[in-house]
Structure formats: structure tokens, C-alpha cells
């Protein structure tokens, strides 16, 4: 069964440096999201992306966070400067229309220190 | 107030038993999706629906929308059961999920 793809599974970084997180989405998927979800909170949309631009965001994904897709399968959220809030568990999803189930990937657990 | 309501927040039952875990919310929806999180932190979408009932294996979700209540049903729970619930309603205006605290299961052998 297809599935998205998240590198890397766990990512140790010290506050103020640039993190990038990749997720390669099912190939004939055209909606991408990213979410997260802090230890022990619920899941927070931050940022969904259709067409090569982003479609919605939440106030979470403010101008420290970025998404990207370089080159046509990766999906790649940045954030600029790291703070230690931003510690959590990152999931990348995607689906073929709005309308469709979602399929996540098993997410990178970013750890600020 | 939560737009997305679980109970129970936590449930502890004997392998075997019958579980049913459920979701209200508030909002307007197109569908509601069931998703499974492993004490990993994977997450597993089970069902999504919109209306009356789907069934897969064991596990059964209804949804009243008229209600704003859906159930998800465990028949004959096991241990590998264990995980956390979650019930995402997907907001009819943007279609985007809101995500409710979820329920975290413990099946006993």
C-alpha cells in the first residue's frame, strides 16, 4: 500500500538553528498538509498546500515556518529559527482531493534544545 | 468551549470486551474521520464517513449528523488494540480537520 514518507524519524536541534523536514507524499496526490502535535496536546493543523502554493494556514504557522515542493515529490516544512515551543511531533499527510481519506506519514519528532 | 467533544478520555477494558468510544462537535461538517495513534506516535486514518455506518474487520463507526455524534465500536478487543482514538471532523466551510483530544485505549490480556 502506498505510503508518505518522513525523514528524518527524530531530529535533535539547538534553538535559533534552521530545521528543515522532508515527507515525500503518495505520488498521485495532489493535497499536502503538514500537522503537529506537541507531547501530550491534541493535533494542530498548521498548513495545507495544493497547486504549488499554500491553501490554508493556522496562526501556528507564523513567518518562521515555511513549506516548500522543490521538485515535484518532496514536501518539505522549514522552520527559520527554532524555539524550544516548537518542540513536537510533526506529521506530513496528503490525499488525491479534499473530499478523500488522508494518509500520514509517522511523523519526525523534533526536539529543540 | 471544544468544537470536538471525546469520551471517554481514557478507557481500560479486559480483552474481549465490547468498546465504544464517542465524538460530539459543533461545527458543521462534510465528514468525520476515525484515526489510530500508536503509542509510536504514528498515525493510521480507520474510517472516514458522512453518513450512517462503515465496518472494517472488527472495528464498526457510526455517525448521526443530524446528532453531530459519531461512535467508534471494538468487537472482541485485544491488546494490539491499544492506542489512542482520535475523531477529526472535517469542517464543511474549508474542509479542513479539527481534531479532538482523543481517547486513550489500554486492552488488558
Known amino acids: 500500500e502506498p505510503e508518505v514518507t518522513q525523514t528524518p524519524s527524530h531530529q535533535v536541534t539547538q534553538m535559533g538553528q534552521e530545521v528543515i523536514l522532508r515527507c515525500v507524499p503518495i505520488?498521485?496526490?495532489?493535497?499536502f498538509y503538514w500537522y503537529r502535535q506537541i507531547l501530550g496536546q491534541k493535533v494542530e493543523f498548521l498548513v495545507s498546500f495544493y497547486n504549488n502554493e499554500i491553501s490554508e494556514k493556522s496562526e501556528i504557522f507564523d513567518d518562521q515556518f515555511s513549506v516548500e515542493r522543490p521538485d515535484g515529490s518532496n514536501f518539505t516544512l522549514k522552520i527559520r529559527s527554532t524555539k524550544l515551543e516548537d518542540s513536537a511531533m510533526y506529521f506530513c499527510a496528503s490525499n488525491r482531493e479534499t473530499a478523500y481519506g488522508y494518509t500520514f506519514g509517522s511523523g519526525t519528532r523534533l526536539t529543540v534544545v | 468551549k471544544n468544537e470536538v467533544e471525546q469520551s471517554p478520555q481514557n478507557l481500560t477494558a479486559q480483552e474481549g470486551e465490547f468498546i465504544t468510544i464517542n465524538c460530539s462537535y459543533s461545527?458543521?461538517?462534510?465528514?468525520l474521520h476515525w484515526l489510530q495513534q500508536h503509542p509510536g506516535g504514528g498515525i493510521v486514518s480507520l474510517f472516514m464517513l458522512s453518513s450512517g455506518k462503515k465496518k472494517h474487520g472488527r472495528l464498526i463507526a457510526t455517525i448521526n449528523i443530524q446528532e453531530k455524534h459519531s461512535s467508534l465500536h471494538i468487537t472482541a478487543s485485544h491488546p494490539r488494540d491499544s492506542a489512542v482514538y482520535i475523531c477529526a471532523p472535517r469542517v464543511d466551510s474549508n474542509y479542513q480537520l479539527i481534531w479532538g483530544a482523543g481517547t486513550k485505549l489500554i486492552i488488558k490480556p
Open positions: 461545527v458543521g461538517i462534510s465528514a
Open positions: 505520488s498521485n496526490h495532489l493535497y
